[in-house]
């Protein structure tokens, strides 16, 4: 997730950044892709509730959202 943050400020200095519409209304979702999302393999199903997680806010076990994932607004 550390990565991931830092990657923040890069994707903020682009003037189209603050014009998508899920930026305005706070709806982006920051994860770790290093361990979920670029590549395959054993955390495919950690992968799959990540993401209901983060559409539906459907939990299963303890709550991924912080550790593995945040939204643009929360604090870091």
Request: aromatic share 10%; proline share 1%; glycine share 12%.
């Amino acid at each position: 997730m550390k990565r991931t943050m830092l990657e923040q400020s890069v994707l903020e200095r682009n003037g189209w950044w603050r014009g998508l519409r899920a930026v305005r209304d706070g709806k982006v979702a920051f994860a770790d892709g290093n361990l979920f999302f670029n590549r395959s393999g054993m955390t495919i199903s950690r992968t799959a509730e990540i993401i209901a997680e983060i559409l539906h806010g459907v939990t299963f076990g303890a709550p991924a959202r912080g550790e593995h994932w945040r939204w643009i607004g929360d604090a870091a």
